[in-house]
């Protein structure tokens, strides 16, 4: 049984169905220390919160909130959760910063900065090395 569970917020627009197949997918298992998206599939659980690509806005898309939350109480959860932006976890209720231990359904759970090149986050190089060290340590033992 896969010890963790990678929650996003819907397909890519230009993607199949798959939960981070794209370059959020690639973000994930390059920090993680890992060699493929396939990889990344093999040892951890990945669920979208949507079915589809909900839309644009802007630059980013357009993630309805509401109905989101409706599909959170639907979506099993198992593991250790790992929320990946603070829209899914806003969906869930989750106020903690990123990387910030809580509990979830009686389970633990760390919000993790959005994968995506849209996210600013991710040009500052500290904070680059602040996700791979919380993502390494946490999947260290688990490839």
């Known amino acids: 049984m896969r010890r ?6 819907a397909p890519g627009r230009s993607r199949n169905r798959s939960p ?6 690639r973000r ?42 409706r599909a959170c109480r639907r979506l099993r959860l198992r593991g ?8 899914v976890a806003s969906a869930f209720g989750v106020r903690s910063g990123y990387f910030e231990w809580t509990t979830l359904r009686g389970k633990p759970c760390a919000v993790l900065p959005h994968p995506s090149g849209i996210s600013h986050w991710w040009n500052d ?9 919380f993502m390494r340590k946490l999947f260290a033992g688990v490839t």
Request: overall charge positive; proline content about 4%; hydrophobic content about 40%.
């Open 125 to 133: 190089p500290r904070n680059r090395r602040r996700a791979r060290t």
């Open 4 to 9: 963790f569970t990678i929650v996003g917020q």
């Open 28 to 69: 994930l298992w390059r920090l993680a220390g890992l060699g493929s998206y396939d990889e990344l599939a093999s040892h951890f659980r990945l669920v979208n919160v949507l079915r589809k690509f909900p839309g644009k806005l802007g630059k980013g898309d357009a993630f309805p909130r509401r109905s989101a939350g």
């Open 20 to 25: 981070f197949d794209g370059a959020s997918g």
């Open 80 to 87: 250790t959760i790992l929320l990946a932006g603070r829209n």
